[in-house]
């Protein structure tokens, strides 16, 4: 056995450490839908690079099941990789439950909270008896993630538990499509073993940064048609089991003008940094403010008139081209200007989108167009 079949046959029992499962008939499919996604999660990065001899062999309890399903697995691994991925499984058996303790369902459903704008407006919807799946965003200042975790705690019922995703073991890659269907395998396991029918996931409806290179103006996370290929493996077993994604039809500006006073009084506390994700100034604790995520965050907050709500950035929302002293930031913040301008224009001449797109390409004109006339950063 290879490590990484090996990791697979037994990473149900790490990531539901701590939670109550079983192996029976039904049980078992949920387990296994971890593993499918797992897989997807774990070899995501040898299919991207098209590495030959890969072995996508699957480590299931009920192979025949998944034999009748493979073309609707093999279809959503396709649907996310953009590349065709040949799957075949294999029987294992199940293993002795060690930690195995005896639980009472809860009766609730599950929603995850991925430390950002959405899942703090995710707060305000009636889920207070809700449990929750919280994915730590480390990139974040450690007082940060503090603070969101007990606004967390603070806006959910004393009886909601409140457990980490697998952290490690999702590393850098916890926001990649392949890993949000993973942690929404677990989520679901975790819905099924509470006596609960329905997974949250709050995310809205953003603008595919690589639409120039790519025909979809959605990226895979958030175009609905990833959402309904899982949902239809759920409803393969026969379980009343759903992903519910309430604000994928939502721009993040028309979430953040929504929001409370009290909600957006938290979105300081987020961070979407992409440098400070990629650790390029290890000293740097402040988001830079002009890379595309930044532009992005600003963008948004700027359509929904919300900007008193955002953290400090190195470089501000006024922040001229011009101005900038440091040669290579300033390179970075025209490309990433110049690329969002390219989008743009793009967005404005094609008239050729989908039912899907088209609400989220007008979204995107009048956001820019509102944070250009605001802040004239050319």
Known sequence: MNVKNELLTNLHREVLHG??????????????????MGSLFVFETDIIKEKKDLDMSIPVFDVAFWNKEKDTVEALFEWITDKPVPVQFTVISPLDNDDAFLSLPANQDVALFYDDIE?????????????YIRVINKDNEKQKQQKLAAFLRKSVADSSEILDAPMKLLNKRKTTPAAI???????????????????????????????????????????????????????????????ETPFLQKSRAEIIKELP??????????????????RIDKD??????????????????????SEVYDGFYQYDYGQKIAEITNEQD?????????????????????????????????????????????????
């Open 19 to 36: 939670i109550y499962f079983d192996y029976n008939d039904t049980s078992s499919k949920f387990i296994d839908l971890i593993t499918i």
């Open 284 to 305: 740097t604790v402040t988001p830079c403010g002009i890379c595309m995520a930044c532009l992005q965050r600003k963008i948004a907050l700027t359509a929904a008139e």
């Open 119 to 131: 899942s703090i407006a995710g707060l305000t919807t009636d889920q207070s008896m809700f449990d």
């Open 330 to 378: 300033q390179q970075i913040y025209t490309e990433t200007l110049d690329l969002m301008q390219a989008l743009y224009e793009q967005v404005k001449t094609n008239q050729l989108f989908t039912e899907e797109e088209q609400h989220t390409a007008s979204e995107f004109i009048r956001s820019f167009d509102v944070f250009l006339s605001k802040y004239s950063p050319f």
């Open 181 to 243: 269907l993973f942690v929404l395998a677990i989520a679901a396991a975790k819905s099924y073993f509470n006596g609960g029918s329905k997974v949250f996931y709050y995310r809205s409806k953003q603008i595919n940064i690589d639409y120039l290179n790519k025909p979809s103006l959605l990226p895979k996370t958030a175009h609905p048609k990833t959402y309904q290929i899982m949902n239809n493996l759920y409803k393969s077993t026969s379980v009343d089991m759903k992903i």
């Open 261 to 278: 006073k009290e909600y957006k009084q938290q979105i300081k506390n987020t961070n979407d940094c992409v440098r400070m994700k990629r």
